[in-house]
């Protein structure tokens, strides 16, 4: 069992355990070991978002590197899948991100991707983290005034636009009007430069972090808000990111939110259309909707659903040979294109399907018919396994016997955050509404804070 890291790298308040600099600084000294085992002189790169910690927390991340024996660069303020593509296309033995994703600003976490561009697999992690806690048993405080940010290169953020770009070369906006929300994030530093080169009359909100901003009632955390600035605009499309842009929502024409279900409906019917569909299926979450199920199965493709995280959708997606998968958050997964989700990616991509098929975002997800769904989050003290709670065990067998055949009950932690997830999809909404509020009442009985 991991204790530092969860399902997207370590995460905690900034300037707290293990987000202190003593433990940044013994994590990079944990990871120049791990990487040394690979390449006598490991050369690692470092992005970030825009919290007003991860300067400090990768100087610190930085020096522990250097006194472990790697090198180590910087791409400054980029998208967490931007990190990804760097290491594996520009020869790094590893990329590093301090970002805690769609958080708040008070927070920040490290993510590491090895040089082939993936997540480091959990074993490996757990091994990293073993060496961790033997780092900060033996190393003296460190000497912080040595401390130096890793060194800029600017051309990086310019080859990973370069990247997106070449995705898409047909895309021309010319006639339409979008309205992007950079969700005061890592997209502020790099959406204007790739959008504005494919034309058309863009409205920029949230392009402004202090540091303190990031998804602050804004992003996609709040796709409601870029919803309604399209209805204000009357613009054709939106879309929003999360802070460290690995995730992608949309508004269609109409204001209303087309989600990650919605994203992967289109994608495999697209790349279905041109024989690009590998193995006539898709790979989504226990947390996407009934709906997607019915509505790929139409199209006669498969749908198999992995645990939440993208690390998990991927496992399942190379298990199976597929190309396509995501979440219903907006992490999508082409693995044709890129190793990890990538928020400007998918919004080229789904831009790009929209101009080809000559059909509005609100034409091609019509008939995608979406079950009641309702998720509760219970702040909890501490993650007890769920099935020795017996009070929690009998609300969830209840509503699993009289949802039968016509719902879904999906009772999860988070792997980023002390909740607990209570997700109940059924075509009655008061029972839903009744057998979620029932699990989340046992939950806080037993573990709520």
């Known amino acids: 069992m991991r204790k530092l890291f969860g399902?997207?790298?370590?995460?905690?308040?900034?300037?707290r355990y293990p987000l202190d600099r003593n433990t940044v600084?013994?994590?990079?000294?944990?990871?120049?070991?791990?990487?040394?085992?690979?390449?006598?002189?490991?050369?690692?790169?470092?992005?970030?978002?825009?919290?007003?910690?991860?300067t400090e927390i990768a100087a610190a991340l930085s020096h522990g590197l250097r006194q472990g024996g790697a090198e180590t660069t910087s791409a400054g303020v980029i998208p967490t899948p931007g990190v990804a593509y760097l290491a594996r296309i520009r020869g790094f033995t590893a990329g590093i991100v301090i970002s805690a994703s769609h958080n708040p600003w008070e927070d920040n976490g490290i993510k590491i991707f090895g040089g082939d561009g993936y997540k480091l697999a959990d074993a490996v992690e757990l091994a990293i983290e073993h060496e961790i806690f033997e780092k900060l048993s033996q190393t003296h405080e460190p000497d912080f005034a040595k401390t130096e940010a890793p060194e800029l290169d600017p051309s990086l953020p310019a080859a990973y636009i370069e990247?997106?770009?070449?995705?898409?070369?047909?895309?021309?906006?010319?006639?339409?009007t979008i309205v992007i929300d950079c969700a005061n994030g890592a997209a502020s530093a790099i959406a204007p430069s790739l959008l504005t080169h494919f034309g058309g009359n863009i409205f920029w909100t949230h392009t402004s972090p202090n540091g303190r901003n990031i998804n602050d009632h804004c992003g996609a955390l709040h796709p409601e808000v870029v919803a309604k600035e399209v209805l204000a605009r009357e613009a054709d499309f939106g879309m929003t990111f999360d802070?460290?842009?690995?995730?992608?929502?949309?508004?269609?024409?109409?204001?209303?939110?087309v989600n990650g279900d919605a994203v992967l409906l289109i994608a495999a019917r697209?790349?279905?259309?041109?024989?690009?569909?590998?193995?006539?299926?898709v790979v989504a979450t226990t947390m996407s909707n009934m709906g997607l199920e019915a509505a790929l199965r139409t199209d006669q493709i498969k749908m198999l659903r992995a645990p939440v995280g993208d690390r998990y959708v991927l496992e399942e997606m190379q298990k199976n040979g597929a190309i396509l998968g995501g979440e219903q958050s907006g992490h999508m997964l082409f693995l044709d294109r890129s190793t990890t989700g990538d928020g400007l990616l998918t919004a080229l991509l789904v831009l790009d399907i929209v101009q080809r098929s000559g059909k509005s975002l609100s034409e091609l997800t019509r008939n995608l018919k979406v079950f009641p769904q309702v998720i509760v989050n219970v702040r909890v003290r501490e993650k007890q396994p769920l099935e020795t709670l017996p009070n929690v065990v009998a609300a969830v067998r209840d509503a699993e016997m009289e949802l039968h055949g016509n719902g879904r009950v999906v009772v999860r932690y988070s792997g980023t955050e002390a909740l607990a997830r209570v997700m109940i999809e059924a075509e009655s909404e008061k029972l839903m509404q009744h057998h979620a509020n029932r699990i989340a009442e046992a939950i806080r009985a037993e573990l709520g804070v």
């Open 270 to 281: 697209d790349l279905q259309s041109r024989n690009l569909l590998k193995a006539n299926l």
């Open 7 to 15: 399902t997207d790298g370590i995460r905690g308040v900034a300037g």
């Open 25 to 54: 600084y013994a994590i990079g000294l944990a990871v120049a070991h791990s990487l040394r085992k690979q390449r006598p002189n490991p050369h690692v790169l470092v992005g970030m978002d825009t919290r007003e910690s991860s």
């Open 163 to 176: 990247f997106l770009r070449s995705q898409v070369p047909d895309l021309c906006l010319a006639g339409k």
């Open 243 to 257: 802070g460290d842009a690995d995730r992608a929502l949309f508004a269609d024409e109409h204001g209303r939110v």
